[in-house]
Nanobody
Framework: QVQFVESGGGVVQPGGALRLSCVVYRTGFSGYSMAWHRQAPGKQRELVASITRDGTTDYADSVRGRFTISRDNVQKMVYLQMTSLKPEDTAVYYC????????WGEGTLVTVSS
């Protein structure tokens, strides 16, 4: 059963920007703290940004000041605005709850390269 569908990834040059979107196919969405996670080649999945149901945000040190997470509780969407992208941001990006308790989607690939 599909829970999350991520989109918006692509190839971008260093310093560029992308906006990721996630459609959430779950009931009770507005009650969860949602998040974006990422997994770079050969590395473990890591938490990038999270947002509570009330809109309080938190970021990994590596992306703070460059990425912005937001949500639309009516449309059941989660967004990640990424700016000043670096090659080390290259990864597959996934949305899920902050704790990652639901089945993972396929993610969306972000490649930062010149």
């Amino acid at each position: 059963q599909v829970q999350f569908v991520e989109s918006g990834g692509g190839v971008v040059q260093p310093g560029g920007a992308l906006r990721l979107s996630c459609v959430v196919y779950r009931t009770g969405f507005s009650g969860y703290s949602m998040a974006w996670h990422r997994q770079a080649p050969g590395k473990q999945r890591e938490l990038v940004a999270s947002i509570t149901r009330d809109g309080t945000t938190d970021y990994a040190d590596s992306v703070r000041g460059r990425f912005t997470i937001s949500r639309d509780n009516v449309q059941k969407m989660v967004y990640l605005q990424m700016t000043s992208l670096k090659p080390e941001d290259t990864a597959v990006y996934y949305c899920n709850t902050r704790a990652g308790i639901f089945t993972w989607g396929e993610g969306t690939l972000v490649t930062v390269s010149s």
